[in-house]
């Protein structure tokens, strides 16, 4: 049974994720959308009716959902062409004045639920699979109020990049995608919340777009996909340049 499987799968990006798939990827016999709101995924699977999609509602920022996924995967053993890894939350303010629970539960859900995801299915991927891993421009340079969410993508940079070389010898290719701003829940929440910032003004990217050239990417071999013509400008910058001159203009 080939299979592609997108997490945080209930808005946003990867609803477009999912879209795309769908679209582009008819040999696949299911789709596995996973994600903590049952009901955003039951919306999304009567929109494709047609479609074979499995929903999987779990919080991967729990360890007793990577439990329960091991074991779904131990009983359909699937052949999994195309892991999606977008789970992901952030928040923006001064790290002093952020409650510790909101921080730590990024940091697992960022780190803790990409890394495991990954880990449980590699053994249901073979060559030619690829892997998405959502990551975010804030991982090239680290971001004053949001510096918990810059590190986590930092990480998420890191560990694609890595793992990637090691699944060259089985021909597994892994690419981070670095989008910057989009219409996602968590901008609309700071807009709401009156969280003006200098990144508002930055571009917006079209989801849809994203979904569509990152697989694309993924599937060509790119290690590292950063969408827009102004955020292509940003990483160049954020290499060129030492942090500590650039992270001034990095405060979100």
């Given at each position: ?5 997108v ?15 769908i ?13 903590r ?21 779990m919080?991967?920022?729990?360890e007793?959902?990577?439990?329960e ?103 597994i ?49 790119k ?25 001034p203009?990095?405060?979100?």
């Open positions: 049974m080939r299979i592609a499987i997490t945080g799968a209930s808005s946003g990006l990867g609803k477009e994720f999912t879209g795309e798939i679209e582009k990827y008819r040999e696949l016999d299911e789709i596995w959308l996973i994600a709101r049952k009901e955003r995924l039951e919306e999304i699977r009567q929109k494709y009716s047609d479609k074979e999609i499995r929903l999987v509602p919080d991967l920022g729990k007793e959902s990577f439990v996924f091991e074991k779904i995967l131990d009983e359909n053993k699937p052949d999994i062409r195309i892991l999606v890894s977008n789970a992901g939350v952030g928040t923006r303010g001064k790290f002093e004045e952020k409650d510790l629970k909101s921080q730590l539960n990024m940091i697992n859900l960022n780190v803790m639920g990409c890394t495991a995801i990954t880990r449980l299915c590699l053994p249901y991927m073979k060559k030619g699979s690829f892997i998405v891993e959502t990551c975010s421009v804030s991982s090239f340079v680290p971001n004053p109020n949001m510096a918990v969410y810059s590190g986590t993508k930092a990480f998420v940079l890191y560990f694609s990049r890595a793992i990637r070389e090691e699944l060259k010898s089985r021909g290719n892994v690419c981070a995608l670095c989008p910057g701003n989009m219409a996602s829940e968590m901008a609309i929440l700071s807009e709401a919340q009156g969280k003006k910032s200098v990144v508002n003004k930055l571009p917006y990217l079209d989801m849809k777009n994203v979904a569509r050239d990152s697989l694309k990417a993924a599937q060509g071999g290690a590292v996909y950063t969408p827009g013509a102004f955020y292509k400008f940003y990483r160049v910058i954020s290499k060129l340049f030492p942090h500590n001159l650039v992270v203009f990095a405060k979100v």
